[in-house]
């Protein structure tokens, strides 16, 4: 064990495996020595992604000794590699029901009933039993309450099934705790305070973000002089369907080729989509960092020159922050992914427009802003739209107003929600036309539906379809409702393609005055309102004048799609003026000053 663990640390991984194989293949050894060397042996294979063989290895540790906690967690741990949930979960709850009758090796037992409590709940999560895994996640704080981790994913998943109200105490946990370690996904929906916003994005920073201090990689390991055409890095792994792949496939294909090279650093999904297929031709180099450690990556998109460095994820599930902190572009931008700051050390720069950061939001923005104009948002005018649907087919009453709201569920707070049961009451026969996410949200609207006086009936859940058929469904919607503080951001984008009016509500922060913008730029100001009285008020005088959302109905599919919100070259064109002044300045070593 002890010439293994020298390879190993010397990087021989390889070969230290093979000498656990061959010691355990000689007969004779104690039990105890037996079932610690297959254990390590089934760490390296797991090292390795050698996960059936590691498997394997560490049922040979639990047949030497069935009571050894650790072999079976790290036994979990390839099952849930090998796609094997059941036996994952198994696996776990085996320890955290058990870890009284079972044997550690070098550790607490809380500390390996945590850890097996807290990857069940995660899984569970994953695996959208939301039910199954918030009920661990209570279990894991009662043991423990000091547990930044599992409280973030706490109050987010009682965001997910609309549980109310979100913050509520479990066992020692104390509401600031809640609060504090909100994710900032999480507080988006919460709070339009924007120092929250800020506060949540910097703890996140300080306690996962590389801490570095050296030269940026962009003079250790960049060229001397960079020259010839701007060269634009995306860095993303949402470029497939998803939400910023949806947006962005225009917007690769619409750069001026003469000027810049794109090239997309990405880990994203191949999910076998047209969209996924079209996204990759839209680059004239894409380089893969699956696998790659940030700071390699890093040191990557230094050599390769990159002029400006696009982030398309801020800290948005999977993003990859790491690697911007090396700084390895001299023009580092946040986009799209994430609608607000993200305090990440080397983002200096974020793409708006001026209805989405007013000089108030500035202060509470880590980056400073590259204003285009009029909207900031890009979108796809070639996405495909389904066969207009009928009301029929969606259980939608002939003759009935319907409001809509298709944004995620998370996105719906209990303040909003009862303003959406007002309106209801106050537009006889109306119904209110939802996404069907999950069956405990559904149920908890119902209810909330039930305590606020509305007929559950009038509460219609939609299921999640194909994109384009999700598109060709917003003609059934005479009036959709924006979301707050969480704004309809693609949601919005969509809506107005398809035709269907929004109402929405602007607050303080980019992520609530975007649907704003949308509306300034599709020419429906009048649908923006301040105040949550003057929305529900707004709502409910044209769920009762009908004629009026058609009227609105009539102008998108007449000038909508003419109007400056979906003019994507002139908002390219706008982006890459942005691009190109600051790489000028960049290349010329001066001091980076974007455009007015």
Not at 294 to 300: F, H, K, T
Not at 567 to 595: C, S, Y
Request: aromatic share 10%; glycine share 6%; hydrophobic share 40%.
């Amino acid at each position: 064990m002890g010439l293994a663990g020298q390879w190993q640390a010397q990087g021989q991984t390889e070969a230290a495996a093979q000498l656990y194989e061959a010691w355990l293949s000689h007969t004779g050894h104690p039990t105890a020595h037996r079932a610690v060397a297959a254990f390590n042996w089934g760490t390296l294979l797991g090292n390795l992604r050698r996960h059936e063989a590691a498997q394997a290895v560490y049922l040979q540790a639990l047949a030497e000794k069935p009571d050894f906690a650790q072999a079976r967690l790290n036994l979990a741990h390839q099952y849930e590699h090998l796609g094997r949930n059941d036996e994952a979960l198994a696996a776990w709850r085996e320890v955290y029901d058990r870890i009284e009758q079972l044997d550690t090796v070098g550790a607490h037992k809380l500390d390996l009933q945590l850890h097996a409590l807290k990857n069940s709940a995660r899984l569970l999560e994953q695996l959208r039993r939301y039910d199954e895994s918030e009920a661990l996640m209570v279990r894991s704080l009662e043991l423990k309450p000091d547990q930044g981790d599992v409280i973030q994913h706490y109050v987010h998943i009682r965001q997910k099934q609309c549980e109310w109200p979100v913050y509520r105490t479990v066992g020692e946990v104390t509401e600031n705790q809640l609060l504090t370690y909100t994710s900032l996904l999480a507080m988006l929906s919460a709070s339009d305070d924007p120092a929250l916003q800020l506060l949540t994005a910097q703890r996140f920073v300080f306690e996962k973000v590389v801490k570095y201090a050296g030269a940026p990689f962009h003079k250790l390991h960049g060229p001397a002089q960079r020259q010839g055409r701007f060269r634009i890095g995306y860095l993303s792994g949402d470029l497939c369907t998803h939400a910023v792949g949806l947006l962005t496939a225009e917007l690769y294909e619409l750069h001026d080729r003469s000027r810049f090279e794109l090239i997309a650093y990405e880990w994203s999904k191949e999910d076998g989509t047209p969209l996924r297929e079209r996204l990759k031709a839209g680059f004239e180099r894409r380089v893969s960092l699956h696998g790659v450690e940030a700071e390699a990556a890093a040191r990557q998109i230094a050599a390769d020159g990159v002029d400006v460095l696009v982030d398309l994820q801020g800290l948005t599930n999977g993003a990859r922050p790491d690697i911007l902190a090396y700084r390895p572009a001299p023009v580092q931008v946040s986009y799209l992914g994430l609608p607000a700051t993200s305090a990440v050390p080397g983002v200096d720069w974020i793409l708006a427009d001026r209805y989405v950061m007013q000089p108030d939001y500035l202060k509470y923005c880590s980056e400073k802003p590259l204003y285009i104009g009029p909207c900031y948002q890009v979108s796809d005018r070639k996405r495909p739209m389904g066969a207009p649907p009928t009301r029929a087919q969606y259980q939608l009453p002939e003759g009935a107003f319907v409001f809509a709201s298709f944004n995620n569920n998370h996105k719906i707070g209990e303040a909003m929600w009862a303003a959406w049961m007002r309106i209801l009451l106050a537009v006889p026969g109306s119904v209110l036309w939802l996404l069907a996410d999950n069956r405990w949200c559904e149920a908890n609207l119902k209810a909330a539906a039930r305590a606020a006086g509305v007929d559950e009936q009038r509460l219609i859940f939609a299921p999640r379809v194909p994109p384009h058929d999700y598109l060709a469904r917003f003609a059934l919607a005479d009036l959709v409702l924006d979301t707050f503080p969480y704004n309809a951001g693609t949601t919005a984008s969509d809506c107005l393609w398809a035709g269907a009016p929004i109402l929405t509500l602007s607050g303080r922060s980019y992520i609530s005055r975007m649907c704003g913008s949308l509306l300034t730029a599709v020419g429906l100001p009048d649908l923006i309102t301040d105040t949550l009285a003057d929305y529900e008020r707004l709502a409910i005088q044209i769920g009762r004048n009908p004629a009026r959302a058609a009227s609105y109905k009539r102008y998108l599919r007449e000038q909508g799609r003419q109007s400056a919100l979906f003019d994507i070259p002139a908002i390219v064109r706008d982006i890459e003026r942005q691009f190109a002044h600051l790489a000028t300045q960049a290349r010329a070593g001066l001091p980076l000053r974007a455009l007015d």
